[in-house]
């Protein structure tokens, strides 16, 4: 059984990554490298864990945030088909099963809010993960002045936590934002759409989405 140590590690994998990065770094995209595909995979695995499906299930989920962005190698645009057919590939030639392949590429397929859809679990866990990844740390533009919309809402990201409650019925992303740098109208603008997808995933997990900003629900 390959476990989600063995993908970390993987040389190829990690060219993948880097490479689609300096796509979007030439693009003006904020990061979407390490630092994001591990967060995300990590989130995805959490939310699964929490919610007490199977170890394998949690770690396939891990699986699908590690590599969910390998596509933008190819373009920005339809980059979680391409990835998919990408994770196809790599995962086919290190022996994953055809079933678990399936899970992985159908959640990669389906992350990406153009053509999103929460057709599984692990699909719906990957989307909640990626989506909710809001923070300072992935703006790579050091001029304030020149800062695009994208740039400010993450900027203006101090503090972000997506955290399921006690009784399992609920699933927050808790932002704490800095309105110097990025209003919660320029959240919404942005994020509108991927939050219509966070809650249509959560509820593909028997969860009710909510979204705080400063200790005020929004949604």
């Given at each position: 059984?390959?476990?989600?140590?063995?993908?970390?590690?993987?040389?190829?994998?990690?060219?993948?990554?880097?490479?689609?990065?300096?796509s979007l770094i030439a693009l003006g995209y904020t990061e979407h490298s390490f630092a994001h595909v591990t967060?995300?995979?990590?989130?995805?695995?959490?939310?699964?864990?929490?919610?007490?499906?199977?170890?394998?299930?949690?770690?396939?989920?891990?699986?699908?945030?590690?590599?969910?962005?390998?596509?933008?190698?190819?373009?920005?645009?339809?980059?979680?088909?391409?990835?998919?057919?990408?994770?196809?590939?790599?995962?086919?030639?290190?022996?994953?099963?055809?079933?678990?392949?399936?899970?992985?590429?159908?959640?990669?397929?389906?992350?990406?809010?153009?053509?999103?859809?929460?057709?599984?679990?692990?699909?719906?866990?990957?989307?909640?993960?990626?989506?909710?990844?809001?923070?300072?740390?992935?703006?790579?533009?050091?001029?304030?002045?020149?800062?695009?919309?994208?740039?400010?809402?993450?900027?203006?990201?101090?503090?972000?936590?997506?955290?399921?409650?006690?009784?399992?019925?609920?699933?927050?992303?808790?932002?704490?934002?800095?309105?110097?740098?990025?209003?919660?109208?320029?959240?919404?603008?942005?994020?509108?759409?991927?939050?219509?997808?966070?809650?249509?995933?959560?509820?593909?997990?028997?969860?009710?989405?909510?979204?705080?900003?400063?200790?005020?629900?929004?949604?």
């Amino acid at each position: 059984m390959i476990t989600s140590e063995q993908i970390k590690n993987d040389e190829t994998i990690k060219t993948y990554i880097t490479k689609a990065d300096e796509s979007l770094i030439a693009l003006g995209y904020t990061e979407h490298s390490f630092a994001h595909v591990t967060k995300v995979a990590e989130t995805a695995k959490y939310i699964l864990e929490t919610l007490g499906y199977p170890e394998r299930d949690c770690e396939l989920a891990w699986i699908a945030g590690y590599l969910h962005d390998i596509g933008n190698l190819v373009n920005r645009k339809d980059h979680a088909q391409s990835g998919a057919v990408m994770a196809f590939r790599i995962l086919d030639k290190m022996g994953f099963p055809a079933d678990e392949i399936a899970t992985i590429v159908t959640a990669i397929g389906n992350h990406d809010e153009a053509t999103a859809e929460a057709v599984n679990p692990v699909s719906a866990a990957l989307i909640l993960a990626d989506k909710t990844d809001v923070r300072r740390s992935r703006v790579r533009n050091k001029d304030e002045s020149t800062f695009d919309i994208h740039d400010r809402v993450n900027y203006s990201a101090k503090k972000s936590i997506t955290k399921i409650n006690e009784d399992k019925t609920i699933i927050k992303l808790k932002l704490t934002v800095d309105q110097r740098y990025g209003t919660v109208m320029d959240y919404f603008e942005i994020f509108l759409g991927r939050m219509i997808l966070c809650r249509k995933a959560a509820e593909r997990l028997g969860l009710q989405f909510k979204l705080i900003i400063n200790e005020q629900q929004l949604l």
